[in-house]
């Protein structure tokens, strides 16, 4: 029996009105092929949009016992961590990780004490398990950002729809192109003073002239790109910015400042004399970087040279700043002035030549420079009151003019070829290998490092990252399709111990939406006998309809039945958060954790989110299931193959009409769901396709991108 009743005083129509929004389809609704009735899905969907990988990782060159860190994207550019586990004796391991269906790629971390911590990304396919030698190594930086003026305000002439031909940008001028527009062709700069194009379109430029004496000042804004083979600005005064995309076709030479906060693409790229570049976003090149006399190159995020032919050049007066992460294909050859504050990682030769000033080569405490070869012909200084450390693997030579001073660690890898021919670092000082350099959002690190204990985090869909599951209430009977009687969003955790297995689940449940009258509890089914679990703590409970084992686990189940809240409404009310979100309530957060008497197995729980449904509160026994999910031991069976239902144990059929529709939905995402009344098919443009194709189509439906969504529709809080 029902406690803490509310009292709701509503006038009769109003009344009405709220139980008609659990009606389902009415007079009103998108008839016939139109809405989700129309529907042709195949019978063994079971609308998943997650799949299940195995991963094959191998130490490659670390010893002794190695954590092992597995991240959604690329780590240092904040991707979230997935799984983490040890990997320890014979030096490989197989991990199960649960992915969204559309993921391309993943990133792997191992970290162990005395040795570097090494990236690898593995590239995603169709196939359903993959090897990884953790032998090669990647990372990359975070990516902060300043604010564009943008096309909206200041603009003196403005570029809407398609032009081509000569775009001519005079001085006093800010000539726009706008958002959505295009131009094609070549800009001729004018005038003897600052003449400003910002691009907030797209623009493909094959030329650019200068008449007079004109300052260009370019802007690429957030949703803007440039395109080019001839970018030729004269003035050293001019200024080119980017907050978008810049697609250089060849080598991009120039000598004025050119600022990006956005991603660049290019062949080369060659400072000439007084040129200055700040990246804080993304570069990637295909040929050489030059920088030469008198200019600088400051990296305060991500420069990557794809290829053995791609160099880096530091040339004449040049000087290159490092701060963040630098990825060179080919050789580094340093001939001027290098200040690394960061991590640069080198596939071929590292030389150091004689540059400009008494300190050429400056390396910041906390720096790392990796490469197979290293030969030094100038100073090295250390700087600060923390070590900077090179990772050589093959061969370090030290010739006349080498020196080096303050805390540096020069670390030949075992087996390794140290050729002394003349300079004054002394091998026993500097060949020390122990350094500590800490891992940040720019550098793997290396060293000697404090492994976590023999306890794991495991987050699903991923660290700080939500999915949302969707239901609709009416089942057996179909709802209105919209998906938002009940929303939340999960994170669950797994703990695990140094064999992999699972002592604890952190549920992180987060109650977003209830567009219903009808009051229901939410829980999880886990595939373990209740006695598997020694405590439940932190579920809410409100009402007497649910009866509890002495663990905390739902009394009178076969399987452990872990109750999140046994009524969603008590906290948020009923139909909030699905019709005006000026008026939106606070979400309504529950932390649950589980722990058992003994491990379990990973290959026993299966994947998260394991067997979410919702019950309700006047009738425990009808509950809502993912498709394919069976119900637990308390279900109501009478109801199953009732109204529109084709439940049918006997061959496993679960939760799915006539034509193999749902009443629930789970997405490794925390999305936006439809507003009362829109069916889901409605809201997001190619769901129908996605499950008519039983899945093939458009895996990634979900996410906010061109084509998928229509915002309208969609209940978007501010």
């Known amino acids: 029996m029902k406690t803490h009743l509310r009292t709701w005083i509503v006038p009769f129509a109003a009344l009405l009105l709220l139980i008609g929004c659990d009606a389902g389809p009415s007079s009103n609704d998108v008839k016939g092929d139109e809405n989700f009735l129309g529907m042709n899905v195949p019978a063994d969907f079971e609308f998943e949009t997650t799949r299940e990988i195995t991963l094959n990782i191998t130490k490659g060159g670390l010893a002794g016992n190695v954590v092992l860190d597995i991240y959604a994207d690329q780590p240092n550019r904040k991707g979230s961590k997935l799984r983490q586990g040890k990997l320890s004796g014979s030096g490989s391991i197989t991990m199960e990780l649960t992915i969204p269906s559309h993921k391309e790629e993943l990133w792997v971390s191992a970290s162990s004490e005395g040795s570097l911590s090494t990236f690898k990304r593995v590239q995603i396919g169709s196939a359903s398990s993959y090897s990884v030698d953790m032998s090669s190594q990647h990372a990359s930086g975070a990516a902060p950002m300043s604010t564009p003026q943008g096309c909206t305000s200041g603009c003196t002439q403005t570029i809407g729809g398609s032009s081509s ?130 200019a600088v190159f400051t990296n305060d995020n991500y420069v990557e040279l794809i290829g053995s032919g791609s160099h880096v050049h530091i040339n004449g007066q040049g000087t290159l700043i490092n701060n963040c992460t630098m990825i060179v294909g080919g050789h580094f050859n340093q001939n001027a002035k290098l200040e690394n504050n960061g991590y640069i990682q080198i596939a071929n030769q590292l030389t150091f030549n004689s540059g400009s000033g008494s300190t050429p080569n400056v390396l910041g405490a906390g720096s790392l420079m990796e490469a197979p070869k290293m030969i030094v012909n100038t100073p090295l200084t250390a700087s600060g009151s923390g070590y900077a450390r090179f990772d050589i693997e093959e061969e370090v030579r030290i010739n006349g003019g080498a020196s080096a001073t ?39 690190g290396a060293g000697d490092q404090d492994l976590p204990d023999e306890s794991f985090d495991n987050p699903f869909p991923g660290e700080n990252k939500f999915g949302t599951l969707a239901f609709e209430d009416l089942w057996p009977s179909f709802g209105d399709y919209d998906m938002n009687d009940l929303v939340v969003d999960y994170n669950i955790n797994e703990i695990t111990n140094a064999s992999d297995d699972v002592t604890d689940i952190e549920f992180t449940i987060v109650i977003r939406a209830i567009g219903a009258y009808i009051e229901s509890g939410f829980a999880f089914e886990l595939p373990v006998p209740s006695s598997a679990v020694q405590t439940v703590t932190g579920s809410q409970f409100y009402s007497s309809a649910i009866s509890l084992n002495g663990n905390g686990t739902e009394a009178g189940q076969d399987n452990a039945v872990i109750i999140i809240t046994d009524n969603a409404t008590k906290n948020i009310g009923r139909y909030v958060n699905t019709v005006n979100p000026a008026n939106h309530v606070p979400e309504d ?115 906010d991108e061109p084509g998928n969504r229509d915002d309208s529709k969609l209940y978007i809080k501010n």
């Not at 907030?200 to 803007?224: K, L, R, T, Y």
């Not at 070829?417 to 290998?433: H, K, P, Q």
């Open 589 to 703: 957060t529950v932390s649950v954790q589980v722990s058992f008497s003994t491990p379990v197995a990973k290959s026993t729980l299966g994947s998260a989110p394991y067997n979410p449904f919702t019950f309700r509160v006047e009738n425990r026994g009808n509950e809502v299931h993912l498709p394919g999910k069976p119900p637990t031991s308390l279900a109501d069976a009478s109801l199953f193959g009732t109204k529109d239902d084709t439940t049918d144990p006997a061959s496993e059929r679960y939760y799915k009409s006539s034509s193999n529709l749902n009443w629930a939905i789970h997405v490794p995402e925390s999305i936006p769901y439809p507003l009362e009344k829109i069916d889901i098919t409605q809201a997001y443009l190619n769901f129908k396709d996605w499950a008519e194709s039983g899945g093939i189509s458009f895996p990634g439906w979900y996410l």
């Open 406 to 444: 303050g805390l540096l660690d020069v670390c030949l890898a075992p087996g390794g070829n140290w050729i002394d021919a003349g300079g004054s670092i002394d091998e026993a000082t500097y060949r020390l290998c122990d350094a500590f350099i800490p891992e940040t959002s720019c550098n793997p």
């Open 165 to 294: 031909g000569n775009l001519l940008v005079e001085t006093g001028q800010v000539v726009c192109i706008l958002e959505g527009a295009s131009h094609s062709g070549g800009i001729t700069f004018q005038g003897n003073g600052q003449a400003e194009l910002r691009i907030c379109g797209d623009a493909n430029i094959s030329f650019v002239n200068n008449n007079g004496n004109p300052v260009p000042v370019v802007e690429i804004g957030e949703n803007g790109s440039l395109e080019t083979g001839n970018f030729n600005i004269n003035n050293p005064n001019a200024v080119l910015t980017n907050y978008g995309n810049i697609k250089f076709n060849n080598n991009f030479s120039y000598s004025y400042s050119f600022f990006n906060h956005g991603m660049v693409d290019a062949g080369g790229i060659n400072l000439n004399s007084g040129a200055v570049f700040t990246n804080t976003n993304t570069v990637e090149m295909t040929d050489d970087l030059n920088v030469n006399s008198q």
